[in-house]
């Protein structure tokens, strides 16, 4: 059976974490790869839909995500999660969950302006209007990383995807 993998892809909202976890996952399956892509809004809109977004929240949103994806990986997945994880103790918790000799940290680096300029979703906007008082950046703190796998940092989209990619090939087998 093929080893499972998790790579957790962290950043602002905004930041293109969901747009490269299944643009790759297109890529791997098209390979004959078995993927499994855990995106934060789907996750927040099913599985975790009783959660809020105080601390505790979003710790047990973090949890119950890993949870997955250690048992996909279990099962020989690639899993490529996209979720904000804004605190260094719930990428610590993630990475507790998972697996630590299978898993990476992603940071999906774009300046908080970049991301309150593209707001796909309108949650910046929303945020200035007071409608959203907790988002990360905004009314919600984001810790950069400590350490992490693999730091893609830039304010265009432009070859992420292929650096994400090399990374992703260079850690599986």
């Known amino acids: 059976m093929t080893t499972g993998r998790i ?50 929240s979003r710790a047990e949103n973090i949890r119950r995500v890993a949870e997955v994806a250690k048992l996909a990986a279990d099962q020989g997945c690639i899993v490529i999660a996209a979720l904000i994880t804004p605190m260094e103790r719930l990428r610590q918790l993630a990475a507790d969950v998972g697996g630590r000799d299978r898993f990476d940290l992603v940071w999906v680096d774009v300046p908080l302006a970049v991301c309150q300029q593209r707001d796909a979703k309108g949650l910046y906007q929303r945020a200035a209007s007071g409608n959203m008082p907790l ?22 989209r432009e070859n992420l995807l292929a650096a994400f990619r090399e990374f992703v090939r260079s850690r599986i087998k």
């Open 7 to 56: 790579f957790w892809l962290f950043g602002y909202s905004g930041a293109g974490k969901t747009t490269l976890a299944h643009g790759l996952a297109a890529e791997l399956r098209a390979a004959g790869r078995q993927v499994l892509v855990l995106d934060g809004d789907e996750v927040r809109a099913g599985l975790n839909r009783d959660l809020g977004f105080s601390e505790e």
């Open 135 to 156: 988002l990360t950046g905004v009314g919600a703190p984001f810790e950069p990383a400590k350490s992490c796998a693999l730091h893609l940092q830039t304010d265009s």
